[in-house]
């Protein structure tokens, strides 16, 4: 819980580094151009046969306007029309993945990501949606989770209207900041009253719950001015938050090159923006999932983590890691049974594919025994904070200390330093350890060398 994260400024100095997020592993960095569709068709018969329960992605991936800190795979156009063409790959995408699946196979997740998926207009949304009900199984009774991401600057009571009437249930705002000089220094003007309505519309439609994602770290960001974002966002009750820390990376995404980088918070600003951000929300009754997520007590997220049900897919923090996850559209990821694949992240190679009759899939992995020995041990830190030796020895026949003695030195000296508590059976993240989960998680991270590192964010 969110009390039980300790503030070690020290300890996070020197644990804060680069590293995955580990939404899979193996990581998408590790992915290889040795998976293509006849791979995928393979892992989809498989999850056929077994009637597995499905997580779908839909990747839509255009914006009308540009915010500098984005590292999306977006598409930033003022053309409304050039989604057409689109739309119509994306739908041929899905019928060649249904005729490989079986209709009793519920869709248990849904996700619209981008890019802005509301830059679609009404017809093209329940187009969309409609060709998602005839090639899979939605449900219809609202059991499922099914979300969609909203920019309040593309949304109205209208278009959420339209939303719930086509079944979602779920919806995640993006804010990032409310000062105007910190909006402006980013191309993101966005009012208080814009994400306000867009948050009474979720709650007088019943949306079953609402997320809000922040930034701290972004030009002109001062602790005072963050503290006020946060104080007022606390006030709309989002049911989850997540606070991530910007990642200056403008050798890699390119609209990051319009950010100075004189305008930047120090490190020590940084820290006190995150320090003070925590205190808040723990005043107002939020706790900490994982890393830079935080939800009320009644959500699911934090009841799933109570029961030890919390999962992590490429969707982030789930309930509905045990689903086979299909991406579609351009750059979207699949993880089916031990199979990870990617479309093509260009959008006219994505497009070509479907135009031949093909999938777009250019890159994956298949998991090995190793993979998935130490992806269960990841996942058991990034959601748990905590593995068992027993359980893992059992599932993978195996001895845990004999397995990783490499790691032991490591893991001795996290131990002393107060991350972790390392039992003789067991391995805990302690209060101080919480925020740099990350950071332990990587010791069992077998493909990650240093060059790759400044690849990632850090951790805090």
């Not at 950010?259 to 205190?279: G, W």
């Amino acid at each position: 819980m969110l009390e039980s994260i300790h503030w070690d400024a020290d300890l996070i100095r020197r644990y804060d580094q680069a590293g995955p997020r580990y939404t899979s592993y193996p990581t998408a960095m590790q992915f290889h151009p040795g998976v293509g569709p006849f791979e995928l068709f393979h892992a989809l018969r498989d999850s056929r046969k077994a009637r597995r329960a499905l997580s779908l992605y839909l990747h839509i991936p255009f914006c009308a306007h540009v915010c500098y800190y984005c590292a999306c795979n977006k598409v930033v156009t003022k053309d409304r029309s050039r989604s057409a063409p689109y739309l119509q790959r994306l739908i041929h995408e899905m019928s060649i993945i249904g005729r490989h699946l079986d209709h009793d196979q519920v869709v248990e997740q849904l996700h619209f990501g981008g890019g802005t998926p509301t830059f679609l207009d009404h017809a093209q949304l329940r187009q969309l949606m409609a060709e998602l009900r005839r090639n899979f199984n939605l449900l219809d009774d609202d059991r499922a989770d099914y979300s969609i991401e909203i920019d309040p600057r593309e949304a109205d009571w209208a278009t959420m209207g339209l939303l719930r009437e086509l079944g979602f249930n779920r919806v995640s705002l993006g804010v990032q900041d409310l000062d105007p000089e910190v909006q402006r220094a980013v191309n993101r003007l966005q009012t208080l009253e814009e994400t306000r309505a867009i948050v009474d519309a979720a709650r007088t439609l019943q949306f079953r719950s609402l997320n809000i994602d922040l930034i701290y770290g972004l030009p002109k960001q001062t602790p005072a001015s963050f503290a006020r974002t946060v104080d007022e966002v606390i006030a709309l009750q989002p049911d989850r938050l997540s606070v991530f820390n910007y990642a200056h990376l403008p050798e890699r995404f390119m609209p990051q090159r319009r950010i100075n980088p004189a305008e930047l918070p120090s490190p020590a600003d940084k820290l006190s923006m995150l320090e003070t951000t925590i205190q808040q929300l723990q005043a107002a009754g939020y706790r900490h999932i994982g890393m830079d997520h935080f939800a009320l007590p009644d959500d699911d997220l934090a009841m799933a983590q109570e029961d030890g049900r919390l999962q992590r897919n490429f969707q982030g923090y789930t309930t509905h890691g045990h689903c086979d996850l299909i991406g579609l559209g351009v750059s979207a990821i699949s993880h089916v049974g031990s199979l990870y694949c990617q479309n093509d992240s260009n959008l006219v190679q994505y497009q070509n594919h479907l135009d031949t009759g093909q999938l777009a899939v250019c890159r994956g992995l298949h998991s090995s025994v190793d993979d998935e020995v130490r992806a269960a041990v990841i996942h058991g830190l990034m959601c748990d904070y905590r593995v068992d030796f027993s359980a893992i020895e059992a599932r993978f026949e195996l001895y845990f200390p004999s397995y990783f003695a490499d790691l032991w030195p490591q893991l001795q000296s996290m131990a002393s330093d107060g991350l972790i508590a390392l039992g003789e059976r067991s391995i805990r993240v302690l209060p101080a350890g919480r925020l740099l989960v990350r950071a332990v998680a990587m010791l069992f991270d077998g493909y990650l060398i240093q060059q790759e590192r400044p690849r990632y964010s850090r951790v805090i």
